[in-house]
């Protein structure tokens, strides 16, 4: 995978909207909302005035404390701030809502950073913030026999477009926003007082930077990488590549799920599907599977993870690795009359947004369906989407149809979700982008 470097000013050119070239006509008193009791100007920021007014009646979500405001909600925008810029969010009679993170290149236009007007944005704002999300995980007693965690899970823990996950003493850093984006130097001073690790490395190469229109951009931010990157989790060791890996090189929000599929593999025959470096299939391989069958596409992610198994002083005999299309593979094990005691379906993200959602849905359907014909009465199911698009409530649905039309019953034992490292804001639903059940078929 290539990795450019760019290292482009945080700011891009603001889009010339028509509620830009509205204020330009204005004086700089009338850019202050006039009738706001509470208005200040923005705290350490060359762009003070600036200001989005919002819509009539467009300040309700913000009020309920969901830190976005998108582009149709605005009416104008005064000043000339560039992407980046903390700005301030105020309603169509000029009141105060929120200090937000301006992107003039998002349909998210401004992501809020507090909703205080006398809040400073400044570094001592995101040293605070850094060091709540950190505090706050210490105190959940996450950390049992695991070096992994994620520290900081962007809006839920109100730095919108921030991920930080930690791999021992490796922060990798993934940067979602033009706000982060601004303040991406300070931050990773803050990382480095706070945490000392050995390398804060950058993966800001995630789909959604694009549709933020920021840049790519992967590399060591502080420190050094170290040549092999490891993280324990449960006591089970997992080599992690920050640098070239999936995501930031892990998937830490599977850890709890996938230590219940160790507490249920005995004895089974398991199948997981989209086993990236081996996370399930090495859980269930410790927790006395009979035999374990894993896919992936992703050659690479295989070679780790079978490396992870020999780190694991595992059972070799009992995993058999397969670089497959799971969409095709499943149809061939089905065609072949092949059945399992436990399936372990983790597919990639089908819906990055509501958008894509019936497309994905055809896809859920597709392989789940695959899933229940290919279980052995009594089997087990743990069946995931990492959708932000799809819903609980939809994937359920999608989930019993696919079921309806395998011919089989099921129950739902377990509704599942990422780890606690992985909090949702309640503000903010769509925090909550991964969703799984574990499902027994009938006798
Ligand atoms: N369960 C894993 C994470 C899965 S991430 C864990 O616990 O770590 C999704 C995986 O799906 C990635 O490894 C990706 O390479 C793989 N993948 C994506 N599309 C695929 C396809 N069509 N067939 C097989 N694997 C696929």
């Known amino acids: 995978m290539s990795k450019p470097t760019n290292t482009r000013s945080p700011s891009t050119p603001h889009r010339t909207s028509q509620g830009n070239r509205d204020f330009r006509k204005r004086t700089q008193r009338e850019v202050r909302p006039a009738t706001s009791s509470r208005s200040v100007p923005v705290a350490g920021d060359a762009t ?42 105020v309603d169509s009679t000029g009141k ?72 021992g003493d490796v922060l990798v850093m993934q940067i979602g926003s033009a706000g ?24 800001s190469d995630s789909d959604s930077r694009t549709l933020e229109g920021l840049e790519l951009r992967c590399g060591v931010l502080r420190g050094t990488l170290p040549d092999t990157v490891e993280v324990i989790e449960h006591g089970l060791r997992f080599r992690v590549d920050v640098a070239d890996g999936q995501k930031t090189g892990f998937y830490l929000d599977q850890r709890d799920n996938r230590k219940l599929t160790e507490t249920l593999a005995e004895g ?25 069958l894993s896919m992936d596409a992703s050659g690479e992610a295989l070679h780790i993870a ?13 995993a058999e690795w397969q670089e497959a299309d799971v969409f095709v593979a499943l149809r061939k094990l089905r065609d072949q009359g092949k059945t399992f005691d436990m399936i372990i379906l983790d597919p990639p993200k089908f819906a990055p947004t509501a958008a894509f959602a019936e497309k994905a849905a055809r896809g859920y ?79």
């Open 48 to 89: 003070a005035q600036a200001a989005i007014i919002l819509k009539e009646g467009r300040e309700k979500s913000l009020l309920r404390r969901h830190p976005w405001v998108f582009s149709g909600a605005i009416e104008r925008i005064d000043g000339t701030p560039v992407s980046g810029d903390t700005l301030q969010v």
């Open 96 to 167: 105060f809502v929120a200090q937000a993170a301006y992107n003039a290149g998002s349909q998210i236009t401004a992501r809020v950073w507090s909703w205080n007007p006398e809040e400073a944005i400044d570094t001592a704002f995101f040293r605070r913030k850094i060091a709540t999300a950190i505090a706050g995980r210490t105190g959940l007693n996450l950390q049992k026999d695991s070096s992994g965690m994620r520290l900081i899970h962007a809006e839920s823990d109100g730095l919108p477009g921030l991920i930080v996950d930690q791999y």
């Open 180 to 203: 982060i984006e601004h303040w991406r130097e300070q931050i990773a001073d803050i990382l480095q007082e706070l945490c000392n690790p050995a390398c804060i490395y950058e993966r």
């Open 268 to 292: 089974r025959d398991v199948l997981n599907c989209f086993c990236y470096t081996g996370g399930f299939s090495l859980y269930a391989l410790r927790g006395g599977a009979k035999s374990v």
């Open 306 to 318: 079978t490396d992870n198994l020999t780190r694991n002083n595992l059972d070799e005999s009992r």
């Open 365 to 443: 359907k597709d392989i789940n369906l695959l899933g229940f014909k290919l279980l052995r009465p009594g089997g087990l199911l743990f069946t995931y989407s990492c959708s932000g698009g799809i819903s609980e409530e939809l994937f359920q649905k999608i989930i019993a149809g696919a079921a309806l039309d395998a011919g089989v019953d099921a129950q739902i034992v377990r509704h599942l979700h990422a780890s606690g490292d992985h909090p949702v804001l309640l503000s903010f639903p769509e925090g909550a982008y991964l969703k799984g059940l574990l499902l027994r078929v009938a006798d």
